[in-house]
């Protein structure tokens, strides 16, 4: 049971993290999701305070603000202070992620937030951290309740936006043509993208989500030449790293979040090699095919 | 030789573009007559594409307003298109030519409706129009730039509108496409359309255009093309010195950001 909890509360991170990946690195923001998922932090602390407890929506909700934040600084120190684009990520993430640790530090003794349980959310605790309701029933791990649910909404706002956010991704000047919101559908996406994070991080820690972020897609974009197929591969991907990631970990008795890592980094690997169309190995066979007919 | 219209597709007035504080486009006023094939034409870096991207509320104006059809662009959109520079996107996207022709629907298809049938027919009917029509399932990643800029301007038709812009439609494309593009540029007249495109070639501007628009980051001249593609006109645009304007617009850069590379 331990392993199956496991193993689909990686995948219930994987799917929502990697299909918002796919816009991401098409977009060349790859680093935006990095930066994003740190840089929420003092979103979590302020909803902390406010809410008065660990509850999940609030600090979603404080998360998914500084999240959008943190997108509206970069672009605004990019655009207005004509930083380029890698300078104004580091200066945003760093500075909103400083100032959430300095929080945490100040009230660190009155409060029940550490840390630890902000940053370094830990997948193997999933099973044992348990939805119990006041009258004593148990529901299932937490962590696949707020995972299902970010789910479902990013699940939503893909199928409802898919033709927006092809396009702004695309071709966002005939976009603005054509009268759809660039600016809209990037701060949707970078909202959808904290809400993701924080609810990912909480649950499974920092590493993972950054690397579910970014290398599924990455690996899928090498695959595919199509955006739905390499969505659905992103999402086929995060499945395998999470059943193999969880294996290989039992198997080292390692870090479950650092073997499904490594898993999706091996899988990146071999499409590199391997990828019918733009795999090194495959395009080197396909050089010596074409020198020996020749001769 | 600046000519007004009356009942222009398109009426700028006073318009001034800056670009980190150098002007790009300095007070053009100018009007342009319906169902023609109109050529902007003017040294790199004029303000060619800046005054296509300022009709299509693409830059901020730093004075002036643009009228299309008499109204502001907002009301009028749908009956405007706009083809970017095919330089402008990521060739290597994973998309299909069906999926890039089928953007020009998106427009007029709002948030939660997906592009049905009819649409699929409109956009294969107008990718037959550019000789296309056996690519609809191609990845644009295997494309040469000519077939990109079919792609392009098919997706433009899709859009159904009757006024279009292009910018830079004949560069980097091969002879066979820059006549079928210039045959449907015709074709497109006759059916009363307007094209505004942005070209340098001398040459072949005389003989693709009816009206011609020439800049060089103020208005030169504005008419039929016997009447603009003067010598005088020409040297005006194109002779040896910039205009004083451009001197000062360069020296203000300097000043304010020394240490700064001009984009």
Redesign the interface.
């Known amino acids: 049971m331990e392993a199956f909890w496991i193993i689909a509360a990686g995948s219930l991170v994987a799917i929502p993290c990697g299909l918002l990946g796919c816009y991401l690195i ?1 977009r060349q923001m790859a680093m935006v999701g990095d930066a994003i998922s740190h840089a929420v932090l003092p979103g979590i602390v302020i909803a902390f305070f406010i809410s008065g407890q660990r509850e999940p929506i609030s600090m979603l909700l404080g998360a998914s603000i500084l999240g959008v934040i943190t997108t509206f600084l970069i672009e605004f120190f990019h655009t207005k202070a ?1 930083l380029q684009t890698d300078a104004s990520i580091g200066v945003t993430f760093t500075w909103l992620f400083a100032l959430g640790i300095i929080l945490i530090s100040v009230f660190a003794g009155k409060i029940d937030l550490d840390q630890d349980c902000v940053l370094y959310g830990e997948i193997s605790y999933v099973p044992i951290d348990l939805w119990i309701t006041a009258n004593g029933t148990i529901m299932g791990p937490r962590v696949m309740y707020i995972m299902g649910a970010v789910f479902i909404v990013v699940l939503l706002f893909i199928i ?5 956010l ?2 702004t ?3 966002p ?8 919101s660039v600016a809209l559908w990037h701060y949707l996406l970078m909202g959808a993208v904290s809400f993701t994070t924080v609810g990912a991080f909480e649950s499974v820690g920092a590493i993972l989500v950054v690397a579910l972020l970014i290398v599924p897609p990455a690996t899928a ?1 090498l695959l ?4 739905q ?2 969505m659905l591969i992103t999402a086929g991907l995060g499945v395998v790293v999470s059943f193999f990631g969880y294996y290989l970990a039992a198997w080292l008795d390692g870090s479950i979040a650092g073997a499904m890592s490594l898993v999706a980094g091996v899988l990146f690997a071999a499409a590199f090699l391997f990828s019918p169309q733009e795999g090194l190995l495959t395009r080197k066979k396909r050089m010596a095919f074409a020198t020996n007919k020749d001769s | 030789m600046i000519q007004h219209v009356d009942n222009p597709v398109v009426e700028i007035h006073d318009l001034t573009v800056t670009y980190n504080k150098k002007p790009v486009l300095w007070d053009i006023d100018l009007t342009l007559p319906a169902g023609s094939i109109i050529g902007v034409i003017g040294p790199n870096g004029a303000g060619k594409s800046t005054m296509i991207k300022s009709i299509m509320g693409l830059v901020p104006l730093n004075s002036g307003y643009v009228k299309v059809f008499d109204q502001d662009l907002q009301d009028v959109r749908s009956r405007v298109s706009y083809v970017p520079q095919k330089e402008s996107v990521d060739w290597d996207f994973p998309a299909s030519v069906m999926d890039v022709v089928l953007m020009g629907r998106y427009g007029k298809l709002g948030l939660f409706t997906r592009p049905r049938k009819a649409d699929k027919e409109v956009a294969l009917d107008c990718l037959r129009r550019v000789d296309m029509e056996a690519y609809a399932g191609r990845q644009i990643s295997q494309l040469s730039g000519g077939q990109q800029q079919r792609v392009f301007l098919a997706r433009a038709l899709a859009q159904e509108a009757d006024l279009y812009f292009m910018d830079e439609p004949f560069a980097g494309v091969d002879a066979a496409t820059e006549k079928a593009i210039i045959n449907l540029m015709k074709t497109m007249s006759e059916q009363g359309k307007t094209v505004v495109v942005v070209h340098h070639d001398l040459q072949s501007a005389v003989e693709y255009f009816d009206w011609v628009v020439l800049l060089n980051l103020r208005l030169i001249a504005n008419g039929p093309v016997p009447e603009v593609m003067t010598g005088q006109l020409l040297q005006e645009t194109y002779g040896g010195k910039l205009t004083l304007l451009a001197e000062v617009g360069e020296l203000l850069t300097k000043k304010e950001f020394p240490s700064r590379e001009k984009e």
């Open positions: 098409l004509r409802i936006g898919y033709k927006e092809f396009l991704t695309f071709d000047k005939f976009a603005a043509a054509s009268g759809i974009y595919t030449e199509n955006l197929k390499m």
